[in-house]
T-cell receptor, first 115, second 112 residues
């Protein structure tokens, strides 16, 4: 049973550039959530995709956008990168109809460094 | 007030002891709670979840929920050096179950 996968593992970008991160959910899951985790902090919710639409969004600027494909995989795009965007980006998959007890499982993450 | 708060630690316990990790939260109705373990440089791993008052046991782990006092705890019995990690508490609410709120985590050190 394949777990959540993310690519790339590490990424180094320059300020002002754009980046795309990718995620494939766990088998049987149809919902993908994206989180940003700065060093020493807990994950911060960016947004969630279900049925190819953004269902929920956290307090992140419009520079952060996403997409979900028919096979449930997802992309996170960040435009006009800032130094403060340097973080571990986590993808979590879950079942969209699980309700409050719905568990989220994380992928290995993408470490983004902005110089 | 933040939705979820945790003591950042570090919490140091000797090998074989019970480690007790706590988390407080804002009361906004029906909630579910999740404990994740995160090793340095790795992603969070789900270890327990609880949504009813009382205790829930899974191997060496026990989650405790006290809604009246608005706290949730994770007990780790017979702590091992391999349990040394950061433990994250997360909560979601019935009215908005898609969105998880995480605490900043408590770092646990288990000394041999």
């Amino acid at each position: 049973d394949a777990g959540v996968t993310q690519s790339p593992t590490h990424l180094i970008k320059t300020r002002g550039q754009q980046v795309t991160l990718r995620c494939s959910p766990k088998s049987g899951h149809d919902t993908v959530s994206w989180y940003q985790q700065a060093l020493g902090q807990g994950p911060q919710f960016i947004f969630q995709y279900y049925e190819e639409e953004e269902r929920q969004r956290g307090n992140f600027p419009d520079r952060f956008s996403g997409h979900q494909f028919p096979n449930y995989s997802s992309e996170l795009n960040v435009n006009a990168l800032l130094l403060g965007d340097s973080a571990l980006y986590l993808c979590a998959s879950s079942s969209g109809t699980g309700g409050a007890g719905s568990k989220q499982y994380f992928g290995p993450g993408t470490r983004l460094t902005v110089t | 007030q933040k939705e979820v708060e945790q003591n950042s630690g570090p919490l140091s316990v000797p090998e074989g002891a019970i480690a007790s990790l706590n988390c407080t939260y804002s009361d906004r109705g029906s909630q579910s709670f999740f404990w994740y373990r995160q090793y340095s440089g790795k992603s969070p791993e789900l270890i327990m979840f609880i949504y009813s008052n009382g205790d829930k046991e899974d191997g060496r782990f026990t989650a405790q929920l006290n809604k009246a006092s608005q706290y949730v705890s994770l007990l780790i019995r017979d702590s091992q050096p391999s349990d040394s990690a950061t433990y994250l508490c997360a909560v979601n609410w019935e009215y908005n179950f898609n969105k998880f709120y995480f605490g900043s985590g408590t770092k646990l050190n288990v000394k041999p």
